[in-house]
C-alpha cells in the first residue's frame, strides 16, 4: 500500500470511531465508570465498622481505648452496651462489633505497661479485651478483626507477634483492584473494538471492496489498529489520572515502567482482537467471542479477584496462558511495591512474545481470499 | 496472453461442499465490451464475479481478466479492475467525497487524476459532496458506488446487480453511463435481472444453476426464438395461470407484467384453447399474439434444461 493510502485508511478509520457516539461512549466513558465503580463501590475493605464497647468499669484506661478506636475512620461508636446484652447488640445490627472490656482491665493494662509486666500479663486469666464480631460476612470480620487488633496492641508487643503490612498499610482494595481493571479494560476495549471493526467491514460488504484493490491485507490491519491504539493510550492516561488523583494510589513505582508494559499490553489486546476477526464473520459472533474468550477468564483466572496460589493446579496452569495474569502481575510489582522495570523482566518477556505470536497467527489467517 | 479479449473463461468450476455454484462456465468478453450475465437468484452470477475478481479460487477450469490469470496473477488483476458488488459496499457513516477520495487513495491516484472519466456521474452527486453516504437515495449510492469503482480508471469493471432497488428512471440513467465508459475503452461485465436492461448490451448470457444456456447478442437471443408465442390476459389471473398451465400444447406458462405469457407447441389450438377456459369458468379471456423477448426465449431455453 501506498503511503498515501495507509494514511487515508487510518484516516478513514478514525472518522468511523468519531462518527459513532456509541464508540466514543465505551471506550472513554466505560474505563472512568469501571475505576469507580470498582474503586468506590464494589469494595472489600473494611471501611465503616459501627462498635460498641462492653465495659463493667468505664475507667479512665477504658475510656482511652474507645477514644483511640473512635478516632479512626473505619470505626464508627455506638455507645456502651450491658455485657450480657452483646448478643443482642450484634443481632439487631446495632454494631458490627462488640468491644468487650474484662473487669480487671486496669490492673492488666498498668501491670503490662510495667517492666516485666508482659509475663505477668500472659499468665492472666482470661483476654483482657475480647472482640466479638457479627462474622455473617467473614471478609469484614477478618479484615475488621486484624484492623482492631492492630489498634489495640498499637506499637507494643502485646500480641506477641508485630504485623507490618508493607506497601498498602490501610489495606486499601484500590491499591488490588486498580491493575486488576486496567488488565480488564484494555483487553476489552482494544479487542473488541478491533475485532468488531474488521468483521464489520466483512458484513458490510466493503472487505470485498477493499480485497479488490491493490492494498494488502496487512495494510488494512495496521491501519485499523493505529486510531484503536491510540484511544487506549488516552484511556491509559485517563485511568493513571483517576488512579494517582481519585484513587488516591501512590504510584509509588517508575511511571516509564508502568506505562511501557501497559503499551505493550494494548499492543496484544489489539493483536487478540485481529486474531478474533479472523474467525468471526458476524459483529455478534465477535463479541460473543470476546466475551467469552477474553471476559469471563480474565475476571476468574487472572488473579484479579481471586489469588492465583489459591487455585486448583489445573487452574493455576491455565491462567499462565492469560496475559492479563502476567500483565496484573507486573502492574502490581510496578506501581504498588515500586519495584525497578528489572523485576518485571520475565513478564514482559511473556507478554511479549504471546504478542509476536498472536501477530503472527492473525497475519497468516487473515486472508485475502473470501473463503 | 490475449490482448484483444478483456475476459476470457474456460471451464470454470466452483463448488461449495456438494453445492455446484460455477458448473463449466466458457466466455469470452472482448475489449471495450458491455457484456451482460442475465439470470435468477442462485444462478451463480455473484459466485462467478468473485473467481473472476480473485476473490475465490477456481476448482476446476481457468480464467484471464486482462490477459492476466486469475489465480496465479491475482495481484496484477486487482490493481486494474474495479468491483461494485451486489449490495452497496461504500462507507455509509462517511460523506460522499470523504468516500471518493478513501478510494482514490487506496489505488494510490488522486480525486482529480481521473476526474474526467467520473465527472458526468460525479457532477450529479456533487451538490451532496457533504451529505453521509447512507443518506442517498438508492439510485444516488450506485452512482457514487460506480465512482468509486472508476476513480482508477480501471481496465475492466465488474458489476453485480448494479442497479437492483434502484428506481426506474435512475436505472436508465445508470445504463447510459455504462455505454457512455465503454466508449472510454472500458471492458464491463454486469449482471442483471432485468431483461430492458440486458437490451442495452452488446452481447448476453443466460445463465442458471451455475451454467451459461446461450452467449448471444440481445438481437440474437430474441431472433433464437422458434415457435409462437401468446399473450393471455383475464380477471383472476392466479386461477387463470393454473388453468392454462393445464392445457394441451402449453409449453409453459408465467406472468408477464399485467398478462401472462404462453410458450406453445404444435399441438396448441387458439380456438379449442379459449373454449377449454370457458367452459372452466374463464369467459372474458384476451388471447393474443405477442412478439417475444429476452425473457421469453430465456424462459423457453430454463423449461428445456
Same mark, same amino acid.
Given at each position: 500500500?501506498?503511503?498515501?493510502? /495507509?494514511?487515508?485508511?487510518?484516516?478513514?478509520?478514525?472518522?468511523?470511531?468519531?462518527?459513532?457516539?456509541?464508540?466514543?461512549?465505551?471506550?472513554?466513558?466505560?474505563?472512568?465508570?469501571?475505576?469507580?465503580?470498582?474503586?468506590?463501590?464494589?469494595?472489600?475493605?473494611?471501611?465503616?465498622?459501627?462498635?460498641?464497647?462492653?465495659?463493667?468499669?468505664?475507667?479512665?484506661?477504658?475510656?482511652?481505648?474507645?477514644? !483511640?478506636?473512635?478516632?479512626?475512620?473505619? /470505626?464508627?461508636?455506638?455507645?456502651?452496651?450491658?455485657?450480657?446484652?452483646?448478643?443482642?447488640?450484634?443481632?439487631?445490627?446495632?454494631?458490627?462489633?462488640?468491644?468487650?472490656?474484662?473487669?480487671?482491665?486496669?490492673?492488666?493494662?498498668?501491670?503490662? #505497661?510495667?517492666?516485666?509486666?508482659?509475663?505477668?500479663?500472659?499468665?492472666?486469666?482470661?483476654?483482657?479485651?475480647?472482640?466479638?464480631?457479627?462474622?455473617?460476612?467473614?471478609?469484614?470480620?477478618?479484615?475488621?478483626?486484624?484492623?482492631?487488633?492492630?489498634?489495640?496492641?498499637?506499637?507494643?508487643?502485646?500480641?506477641?507477634?508485630?504485623?507490618?503490612?508493607?506497601?498498602?498499610?490501610?489495606?486499601?482494595?484500590?491499591?488490588?483492584?486498580?491493575?486488576?481493571?486496567?488488565?480488564?479494560?484494555?483487553?476489552?476495549?482494544?479487542?473488541?473494538?478491533?475485532?468488531?471493526?474488521?468483521?464489520?467491514?466483512?458484513?458490510?460488504?466493503?472487505?470485498?471492496?477493499?480485497?479488490?484493490?491493490?492494498?494488502?491485507?496487512?495494510?488494512?490491519?495496521?491501519?485499523?489498529?493505529?486510531?484503536?491504539?491510540?484511544?487506549?493510550?488516552?484511556?491509559?492516561?485517563?485511568?493513571?489520572?483517576?488512579?494517582?488523583?481519585?484513587?488516591?494510589?501512590? #504510584?509509588?513505582?517508575?511511571?516509564?515502567?508502568?506505562?511501557? %508494559?501497559?503499551?505493550?499490553?494494548?499492543?496484544?489486546?489489539?493483536?487478540?482482537?485481529? /486474531?478474533?476477526?479472523? %474467525?468471526?464473520? !458476524?459483529?455478534?459472533?465477535?463479541?460473543?467471542?470476546?466475551?467469552?474468550?477474553?471476559?469471563?477468564?480474565?475476571?476468574?483466572?487472572?488473579?484479579? %479477584? /481471586?489469588?492465583?496460589?489459591?487455585?486448583? !493446579?489445573?487452574?493455576?496452569?491455565?491462567?499462565?496462558? %492469560?496475559?492479563?495474569?502476567?500483565?496484573?502481575?507486573?502492574?502490581?510489582?510496578?506501581?504498588?511495591?515500586?519495584?525497578?522495570?528489572?523485576?518485571?523482566?520475565?513478564?514482559?518477556?511473556?507478554?511479549?512474545?504471546?504478542?509476536?505470536?498472536?501477530?503472527?497467527?492473525?497475519?497468516?489467517?487473515?486472508?485475502?481470499?473470501?473463503? | 496472453?490475449?490482448?484483444?479479449?478483456?475476459?476470457?473463461?474456460?471451464?470454470?468450476?466452483?463448488?461449495?461442499?456438494?453445492?455446484?455454484?460455477?458448473?463449466?462456465?466458457?466466455?469470452?468478453?472482448?475489449?471495450?465490451?458491455?457484456?451482460?450475465?442475465?439470470?435468477?437468484?442462485?444462478?451463480?452470477?455473484?459466485?462467478?464475479?468473485?473467481?473472476?475478481?480473485?476473490?475465490?479460487?477456481?476448482?476446476?477450469?481457468?480464467?484471464?481478466?486482462?490477459?492476466?490469470?486469475?489465480?496465479?496473477?491475482?495481484?496484477?488483476?486487482?490493481?486494474?479492475?474495479?468491483?461494485?458488488?451486489?449490495?452497496?459496499?461504500?462507507?455509509?457513516?462517511?460523506?460522499?467525497?470523504?468516500?471518493?477520495?478513501?478510494?482514490?487513495?487506496?489505488?494510490?491516484?488522486?480525486?482529480?487524476?481521473?476526474?474526467?472519466?467520473?465527472?458526468?456521474?460525479?457532477?450529479?452527486?456533487?451538490?451532496? =459532496?457533504?451529505?453521509?453516504?447512507?443518506?442517498?437515495?438508492?439510485?444516488?449510492?450506485?452512482?457514487?458506488?460506480?465512482?468509486?469503482?472508476?476513480?482508477?480508471?480501471?481496465?475492466?469493471?465488474?458489476?453485480?446487480?448494479?442497479?437492483?432497488?434502484?428506481?426506474?428512471?435512475?436505472?436508465?440513467?445508470?445504463?447510459?453511463?455504462?455505454?457512455?465508459?465503454?466508449?472510454?475503452?472500458?471492458?464491463?461485465?454486469?449482471?442483471?435481472?432485468?431483461?430492458?436492461?440486458?437490451?442495452?448490451?452488446?452481447?448476453?448470457?443466460?445463465?442458471?444453476?451455475?451454467?451459461?444456456?446461450?452467449?448471444?447478442?440481445?438481437?440474437?437471443?430474441?431472433?433464437?426464438?422458434?415457435?409462437?408465442?401468446?399473450?393471455?390476459?383475464?380477471?383472476?389471473?392466479?386461477?387463470?395461470?393454473?388453468?392454462?398451465?393445464?392445457?394441451?400444447?402449453?409449453?409453459?406458462?408465467?406472468?408477464?407484467?399485467?398478462?401472462?405469457?404462453?410458450?406453445?407447441?404444435? =399441438?396448441?389450438?387458439?380456438?379449442?384453447?379459449?373454449?377449454?377456459?370457458?367452459?372452466?369458468?374463464?369467459?372474458?379471456?384476451?388471447?393474443?399474439?405477442?412478439?417475444?423477448?429476452?425473457?421469453?426465449?430465456?424462459?423457453?431455453?430454463?423449461?428445456?434444461?
Amino acid at each position: 500500500m501506498k503511503r498515501n493510502g /495507509f494514511w487515508a485508511f487510518v484516516r478513514k478509520e478514525a472518522l468511523h470511531i468519531v462518527r459513532d457516539p456509541r464508540t466514543m461512549l465505551i471506550v472513554l466513558g466505560i474505563p472512568v465508570v469501571q475505576l469507580l465503580l470498582f474503586g468506590f463501590a464494589l469494595s472489600t475493605e473494611v471501611n465503616n465498622l459501627d462498635f460498641a464497647v462492653a465495659a463493667p468499669h468505664r475507667s479512665e484506661a477504658v475510656r482511652q481505648v474507645v477514644e !483511640r478506636i473512635a478516632a479512626n475512620d473505619c /470505626f464508627t461508636f455506638r455507645g456502651y452496651v450491658d455485657p450480657a446484652q452483646i448478643d443482642r447488640v450484634l443481632r439487631t445490627g446495632r454494631a458490627d462489633v462488640v468491644v468487650a472490656f474484662a473487669r480487671d482491665f486496669d490492673r492488666r493494662q498498668a501491670e503490662h #505497661l510495667r517492666p516485666g509486666g508482659e509475663a505477668a500479663a500472659g499468665m492472666g486469666a482470661g483476654p483482657a479485651v475480647q472482640l466479638v464480631f457479627d462474622a455473617s460476612n467473614p471478609n469484614t470480620a477478618s479484615a475488621g478483626a486484624g484492623y482492631l487488633r492492630r489498634l489495640l496492641s498499637d506499637g507494643d508487643a502485646a500480641a506477641g507477634v508485630e504485623m507490618h503490612l508493607l506497601y498498602n498499610p490501610q489495606m486499601k482494595s484500590a491499591y488490588n483492584f486498580v491493575p486488576g481493571i486496567m488488565g480488564l479494560l484494555f483487553i476489552l476495549i482494544c479487542s473488541i473494538m478491533t475485532s468488531v471493526s474488521i468483521v464489520r467491514e466483512k458484513e458490510t460488504g466493503t472487505m470485498e471492496v477493499l480485497l479488490v484493490s491493490p492494498v494488502r491485507p496487512v495494510g488494512i490491519v495496521f491501519a485499523k489498529m493505529i486510531p484503536y491504539f491510540v484511544l487506549s493510550c488516552v484511556d491509559l492516561a485517563v485511568i493513571l489520572l483517576l488512579v494517582r488523583y481519585v484513587l488516591g494510589v501512590p #504510584l509509588s513505582g517508575s511511571l516509564a515502567a508502568v506505562v511501557g %508494559i501497559s503499551v505493550l499490553y494494548l499492543l496484544l489486546a489489539l493483536a487478540l482482537g485481529l /486474531f478474533i476477526s479472523t %474467525i468471526a464473520d !458476524r459483529q455478534a459472533t465477535a463479541l460473543v467471542i470476546s466475551a467469552m474468550l477474553m471476559l469471563l477468564p480474565v475476571i476468574m483466572l487472572s488473579g484479579m %479477584i /481471586f489469588p492465583i496460589e489459591n487455585m486448583p !493446579r489445573i487452574l493455576q496452569a491455565l491462567s499462565c496462558v %492469560i496475559p492479563a495474569r502476567w500483565y496484573i502481575e507486573a502492574v502490581r510489582k510496578l506501581m504498588i511495591q515500586a519495584l525497578p522495570f528489572s523485576a518485571v523482566l520475565r513478564e514482559f518477556g511473556i507478554l511479549l512474545a504471546m504478542t509476536v505470536a498472536l501477530v503472527g497467527v492473525a497475519l497468516r489467517k487473515f486472508n485475502d481470499k473470501l473463503e | 496472453m490475449t490482448a484483444d479479449r478483456a475476459i476470457r473463461v474456460e471451464g470454470l468450476v466452483k463448488r461449495y461442499g456438494t453445492m455446484t455454484a460455477v458448473d463449466g462456465v466458457t466466455f469470452d468478453v472482448r475489449r471495450g465490451e458491455l457484456f451482460g450475465l442475465i439470470g435468477p437468484d442462485g444462478a451463480g452470477k455473484t459466485t462467478l464475479f468473485r473467481l473472476l475478481t480473485t476473490l475465490l479460487v477456481p476448482d476446476a477450469g481457468r480464467a484471464e481478466v486482462d490477459g492476466f490469470d486469475i489465480v496465479r496473477d491475482a495481484r496484477a488483476i486487482r490493481a486494474r479492475v474495479g468491483y461494485m458488488p451486489g449490495r452497496f459496499s461504500l462507507y455509509q457513516d462517511l460523506s460522499v467525497e470523504e468516500n471518493l477520495s478513501f478510494f482514490a487513495a487506496l489505488f494510490g491516484v488522486g480525486e482529480r487524476d481521473n476526474y474526467d472519466l467520473i465527472a458526468p456521474i460525479y457532477r450529479q452527486l456533487e451538490p451532496f =459532496r457533504t451529505r453521509r453516504a447512507g443518506k442517498l437515495s438508492g439510485g444516488m449510492k450506485q452512482k457514487l458506488a460506480l465512482c468509486c469503482a472508476l476513480i482508477h480508471r480501471p481496465s475492466v469493471l465488474f458489476l453485480d446487480e448494479p442497479t437492483t432497488g434502484v428506481d426506474p428512471v435512475s436505472r436508465g440513467e445508470f445504463w447510459e453511463m455504462l455505454a457512455r465508459l465503454r466508449g472510454e475503452g472500458i471492458s464491463i461485465l454486469a449482471a442483471t435481472p432485468y431483461m430492458d436492461e440486458a437490451r442495452r448490451c452488446d452481447r448476453v448470457a443466460l445463465c442458471d444453476s451455475g451454467r451459461l444456456l446461450a452467449v448471444e447478442t440481445p438481437e440474437g437471443v430474441v431472433a433464437s426464438f422458434d415457435g409462437e408465442l401468446y399473450a393471455l390476459s383475464g380477471r383472476e389471473r392466479y386461477a387463470l395461470l393454473a388453468a392454462a398451465r393445464a392445457e394441451a400444447g402449453v409449453v409453459a406458462c408465467y406472468p408477464f407484467g399485467a398478462e401472462h405469457h404462453l410458450t406453445v407447441d404444435e =399441438r396448441f389450438d387458439p380456438a379449442h384453447f379459449r373454449q377449454h377456459l370457458a367452459e372452466a369458468g374463464f369467459h372474458d379471456v384476451e388471447l393474443r399474439r405477442a412478439e417475444p423477448g429476452i425473457e421469453d426465449v430465456f424462459m423457453k431455453r430454463m423449461h428445456h434444461e
